[in-house]
């Protein structure tokens, strides 16, 4: 499908989400709140913490697979948790290919609910605890812990058509990306500031091996923005040519388990791992943030701002109240 056909669906998606409501969920996070299981599940968020240390402890790698976990839930169909959900037709958001091909931290959800539901029985939402894990793993590799509004209730609905037309791919451009996030109610500084989690975690060579390494374009050669230095360490490790290559690279080789501000400093020195995180010099505003962030002497900055961009992303299209429902186990079968 032609770039200009789906920018238009895109925009289009937009329009209409921005004047219709969607029924069962709210708006800008209404019905959501700090310490929102106060009362009802008060040890909730320590108990996630808790499992979370573990987890992290037993496979260091996990800490980020659940932060990518949050993403892939949030941005299709608002953070619901449907992304926990499984169907049998294989037509859900987790088959949805290759979007949800290696995504991880399953399990460690089920693990943690099954922590809650013998604290608090059917309390505590599948879609609450992904994104409480999700901040949890920032902090757990030495990222600001923030405060998390909690609330949301379960969604019951798993397309992968959703995750497909809902998630930016690895190359897109800066007009693509700012074009997602848009249609999100996300703004460019959600944009550049949640790109920053590639600071933690790895990435499979088919990923960005052909886009940055082999083809750009279609052309048949190296990404001409690639820094000429970092390239040649990337083609060791991925082989041309093969498209389901899984060999896993470090998004950010400065120091790939540290919460940090070394991902802009290699944006910025041209040596982000995806055509996407090289796009983020493409725009004003994205350039310039990434500019200030690589030579920021401290990340106070940067961990208020990605604060608050988890918030706003955690808002989206939320269900609420009496709408959706609280599962005993996340990973039900959808059909």
């Known amino acids: 499908m032609a770039l200009d056909v789906i920018l238009v669906r895109l925009l289009v998606v937009a329009a209409v989400a921005s004047v219709l409501p969607v029924p069962g969920r709210a708006d800008a996070g209404a019905g959501l709140a700090v ?11 320590e108990l996630v913490l808790e499992e979370m240390r573990d987890i992290v402890h037993g496979d260091p790698t996990l800490g980020p697979a659940l932060l990518r976990l949050l993403f892939h839930d949030c941005f299709v169909r608002g953070c619901d948790g449907s992304i926990m959900l499984k169907s049998k037709s294989k037509t859900g958001e987790r088959d949805a290919m290759p979007m949800s091909a290696s995504l991880r931290g399953f399990d460690e959800v089920e693990r943690i609910k099954a922590k809650l539901e013998d604290a608090c029985p059917l309390t505590v939402s599948c879609a609450d605890i992904i994104i409480m894990a999700a901040r949890d793993a920032v902090y757990l590799t030495n990222g600001p812990r923030f405060p998390v509004e909690t609330g949301r209730r379960d969604g019951k609905v798993s397309l992968s058509i959703d995750a497909e037309n809902d998630l930016a791919p690895p190359n897109a451009n800066i007009v693509d990306l700012k074009t997602y996030f848009s249609v999100k109610n996300l703004s460019w500084k959600d944009l550049v500031v949640l790109s920053g989690s590639h600071t933690i ?12 390494l082999y083809n750009n374009s279609g052309k048949g050669v190296q990404d001409p923005t690639l820094d000429k230095e970092y390239a040649p360490g990337l083609r060791e490790l991925c082989e041309p040519g093969k498209k389901k290559d899984e060999t896993k690279v470090f998004m950010d080789p400065e120091s790939p388990n540290g919460f940090d501000l070394s991902y802009y400093k290699s944006v910025y020195g041209n040596r982000g791992l995806f055509v996407s995180d090289q796009a983020l010099l493409d725009d004003k505003w994205t ?42 186990f996340c990973s039900a079968y959808v059909d």
Not at 35 to 45: I, L, M, S, V
Request: aromatic share 10%; charged share 30%; with cysteine.
């Open 35 to 45: 310490g929102f299981y106060n009362k009802t599940c008060p040890r909730a968020e």
């Open 201 to 212: 975690g790895r990435a499979q060579c088919m990923a960005f091996a052909a886009d940055r």
């Open 287 to 328: 350039r310039h943030y990434v500019a200030r962030m690589a030579v920021a002497e401290s990340t106070e900055e940067y961990f208020k701002d990605y604060a608050a961009a988890m918030i706003n992303m955690g808002r989206m299209e939320v269900i609420t109240g009496g709408n959706g429902e609280i599962r005993k």
